[in-house]
């Protein structure tokens, strides 16, 4: 699993939706993969953030925004 695969599942294994196999590949990636981690814990506070102010899901623009940031990370070469 590579960075792209792990940011596309990021909402469903955030909800725990993921299915077991998928979760154990995220959570691989996760643990030699700082950036992800980064991202990770960004959309966790942000999510919590929400669910504090709302009991929503995240908002449309917000999902939006974070899928924008972190396109541009990724297309950033790495160090
Ligand atoms: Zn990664």
Same mark, same amino acid.
């Given at each position: 699993?590579?960075?792209?695969?792990?940011?596309?599942?990021?909402?469903?294994?955030?909800?725990?939706?993921?299915?077991?196999? *998928?979760? @154990?590949? $995220?959570?691989?990636? +996760?643990?030699?993969?700082?950036?992800? #981690? =980064?991202?990770?814990?960004?959309?966790?506070?942000?999510?919590?953030?929400?669910?504090?102010?709302?009991?929503?899901? *995240?908002? @449309?623009? $917000?999902?939006?925004? +974070?899928?924008?940031?972190?396109?541009? #990370? =990724?297309?950033?070469?790495?160090?």
């Amino acid at each position: 699993m590579d960075c792209r695969a792990v940011i596309r599942e990021l909402s469903e294994y955030l909800d725990g939706e993921l299915d077991r196999t *998928l979760f @154990e590949e $995220v959570e691989r990636h +996760l643990a030699h993969c700082q950036d992800c #981690r =980064l991202v990770v814990n960004t959309t966790k506070k942000t999510i919590e953030f929400y669910c504090n102010s709302a009991p929503l899901p *995240l908002p @449309e623009d $917000v999902r939006n925004r +974070l899928h924008a940031a972190l396109a541009t #990370r =990724l297309k950033r070469p790495s160090p």
